[in-house]
């Protein structure tokens, strides 16, 4: 499924977008997809670096594997 969107690019930066449009002769929706598909793997990162973090520090616990199957009844 595909849906359109509508955006508003800085100008610097949609002059970037043109010319490696035009140098990769792909669409800009396309370039855009697969950057935005990039960021949000980078941030799943850094969201769970900070997880860690603060599993590490002691602000959060964890539940045994055992208690969730139990949950599940798996």
Do not use: Q
């Amino acid at each position: 499924m595909v849906r359109r969107l509508n955006i508003t690019l800085d100008e610097e930066l949609a002059h970037e977008l043109e010319r490696f449009s035009s140098e990769l002769g792909e669409k800009k929706s396309k370039i855009i997809e697969k950057a935005l598909t990039f960021y949000f793997d980078y941030l799943d990162l850094k969201i769970a670096e900070e997880r860690l973090k603060e599993l590490e520090r002691g602000e959060t616990d964890t539940i045994p594997a055992e208690e969730v199957y139990k949950e599940l009844d798996l």
